[in-house]
């Protein structure tokens, strides 16, 4: 059973930073390509970064420069570092296990089309004024 568990989520100023983490097991930390993906109230999931395995990266949109996706082998985790956090950055954030030994490409692919394999369970991220 894959299961990914995230935290790190809470309310926060704007301007503030926040660090998301998602523990995998053995199998899926070493094999699957990874992603943060968000959703906010009404609106529908959307992608924010990828890793791949061997830890090419790749962020949507305004993100890139203020979130940083990155990886701990030593603790099969995941992270996402959310700096200079905006009001609209308010979201439920999930963890996602995209495709195992997939090429970058088809690993942007299932990260644009949201047709992950393991999904999180999610954390809260509440940006206010």
């Known amino acids: 059973q894959v299961e990914l568990v995230e935290s790190g989520g809470g309310s926060v100023q704007a301007g503030g930073s926040l660090r998301l983490s998602c523990t995998a097991n053995?199998?899926?930390?070493?094999?699957?390509?990874m992603g943060w993906f968000r959703q906010a109230p009404g609106e529908g999931r959307e992608g924010v970064a990828l890793?791949?395995?061997?830890?090419?990266?790749n962020y949507a949109g305004s993100e890139k420069g203020r979130f940083t996706i990155s990886k701990d082998g030593a603790k099969n985790t995941l992270y996402l570092q959310m700096n200079s956090l905006k009001t609209e950055d308010t979201a439920t954030y999930y963890c996602?296990?995209?495709?195992?030994?997939?090429?970058?490409?088809?690993?942007?692919?299932?990260?644009?089309?949201?047709?992950?394999?393991?999904w999180g369970q999610g954390t809260q991220v509440t940006v206010s004024l």
């Open positions: 053995d199998y899926v930390y070493n094999n699957y390509c």
């Open positions: 996602a296990a995209l495709c195992a030994r997939c090429s970058p490409g088809a690993c942007y692919s299932v990260f644009m089309s949201r047709r992950v394999a393991y």
């Open positions: 890793i791949t395995h061997d830890e090419y990266t």
